[in-house]
């Protein structure tokens, strides 16, 4: 009895830790400054959307909005169709080749990314990538192909082999047992890391840093980033800014929790 | 009918499906972290056409502690990594342990409590400087208005704490991914065991002691890696709390060789990087160790 009322209150009191902030910054995204400093937590006197007028006017965040849009689309895009095809022929090639292969491309997860990026940023350079949406869509899709390749080879070894013998005698070559069987059956996974992809791009702040250099190419977080410099104390606007960069996310969310959950935990489940 | 396919003869053309992910990786993967190691021996600046060889100086100076601010990046990254995975570990293990039934209440407060797990750290970073602001945020301003001023805090301002405070942030936001991990190994504990635990008379802490533990063990190991390499990831969370470059109270590995990249030290941050490598390897194999000894004493 006096278990379920402490657990009862426990979960409530953790409840109210994860949305109270949640909530903070979105009705202080509504707010002026003095407002939100008097009553941090009440509701907003009205609706005013100042602040978001603000912030995606003058501030140039509907750039960095598409930006974003832009590299994820093409990165999560180039990064699961590599990796399908790569898991796919690791799960078929028999025998140490096909472990091999699937062994030097999941590797790559042990590597922190502070490890290569100096030579990165200078093969970048050399190639005219860097500033570029395009190179930003490249190197995400490359330090994301690792833990893609992990997810994915390690559903479809699941696969039993009987089911591309099968297809074999059916007379059907490599690409077409992809296409109607492969494909169809890895359905969920491949959202589920079409997912991780998109929530881990879409918040990447490292490589933007390292490769944009103007204005007109930031992506969100790097354009959060330097609202911070600009309006060190005005918490709304840096509020409504969050609120900008996370809304497309938290919205996918809501409809999508299933993939959520099981694309994070599979990209977080690497022991 | 000839024999299409079987386990000696994969059709050739599979080779062909890994080659493009391959390629790229070798390009822009595999031959940078080459070239890090090369650079590493170096004094290169990043432009200046030439350079100079400088054998192991830099790693030796980072690792004799002949750098101040790495050593102090180390320090901190080591705290934050130690209060992380201490907490995030026992309080995700503690919701999915309150949350373990899949009735309709404890799914839809899993997924209030995993919610913090997809905002960027940059947004999860300006929530909590308000949290935390000394002079206008929540906390120090509800503690004032009850006469509690004593308990009132500079937060990331203060060098003491400012790296607790961070390492908070990130189980606030973290806890809730890492319980749905812990939620799926305990959903496969076998029920059996607690009924023949209680029929033996364990108790609660006597039923979590000998057999959720033990046999939760796996997904420990898998929570506790993940959250350390998370830890040493912590890049974008300290920039958004710390400013960028963040204060010396504030630096970590990964903010640190950051810096001496932007300064450009091409160099010598390329021996800092191979330094965290070889830091997170040893960190990884220590908590493993420690990880199977606990166990073995439960």
Known sequence: MTATVSRRLLLTGYTLLI???????????????????????????????????????????????????????????????????????????????????????????????QANMIPQYVLFDQLGLLNSLVGLVLIETVVCLPVAVF???????????????????DGAGP???????????????????????VVIQWNDLLYPLLFIQTPEKRTLPLALLDFQGEFLTNYPLLFTGVIVASTPLVIAYVFLQRYFVAGLTAGSVRG | MTKLTGPGRPHPALYLFPLPAVVLYVVFFVIPTVQAV????????????????????????????????????????????????????????GLALMLLRNSKVSVFVRSVYFLPAILS???????????????????????????????????????DQAIYWVAMTQVWAHAGQLMVIFIAGLQ??????????????????????????????????????????????????????????????LDILSTRIYTTFTNSEFGYAAAQSL????????????????????????
């Open chain 2, 188 to 249: 496969q504990i076998p029920e059996d065991l607690y009924e023949a635990a209680r029929l033996d008379g364990a108790g609660r802490w006597q039923q979590f002691r000998h057999v959720t533990w033990p046999l939760v063990a796996p997904t420990t190991a898998i929570v506790v890696a993940y959250t350390t390499i998370q830890s040493f990831k912590a890049f974008d969370l300290i920039l958004g709390l710390g400013g960028n470059p963040p204060r010396g109270s």
């Open chain 1, 151 to 169: 997810i994915l080879a390690g559903f479809m070894r699941t696969l039993p082999p009987e089911l591309y013998e099968a297809s074999a005698l």
């Open chain 2, 38 to 93: 090369q650079y590493a021996t170096t004094d290169w600046d990043g432009f200046t056409p030439d350079y100079e060889s400088v054998g192991a100086d830099n790693l030796v100076k980072l690792a004799t502690g002949g750098d101040s601010l790495f050593t102090n990046a180390l320090t901190n990254n080591l705290t934050f990594l130690l209060v992380v995975v201490v907490l995030q570990t026992l309080l995700s293990l």
């Open chain 2, 121 to 159: 750290s940059v947004s999860v970073a300006f929530i909590w400087r308000f949290i935390y602001d000394p002079n206008v945020g929540p906390i120090n301003q509800a503690l004032g208005a009850v006469g509690l001023e004593s308990l009132q805090s500079g937060f990331l301002g203060d060098p």
């Open chain 1, 19 to 113: 949305l109270m902030p949640l909530s903070l910054v979105l009705t202080g995204s509504f707010k002026s400054t003095p407002e939100l400093f008097d009553s941090p937590f009440g509701l907003p006197d009205s609706l005013g959307l100042d602040n978001y007028r603000t912030v995606l006017g003058e501030q140039a965040m509907s750039t960095a909005l598409r930006n974003s849009a832009l590299v994820a689309a093409g990165g999560v895009t180039l990064t699961l169709v590599l990796a399908i095809l790569a898991a796919y022929g690791i799960a078929r090639i028999p025998g140490w080749r096909g472990w091999v292969i699937h062994g030097f491309l999941v590797l790559g997860m042990a590597v922190p990314a």
């Open chain 2, 275 to 298: 330094l965290f490598m070889a830091i997170i390897l040893a960190v990884t194999v220590l908590q493993r160790r420690a990880l199977a000894l606990t166990q073995r004493g439960a």
């Open chain 1, 175 to 197: 690409w077409r047992t992809l296409q109607s069987i492969v494909l169809p059956l890895s359905l969920p996974p491949i959202a589920a890391t079409a997912i991780f992809l």
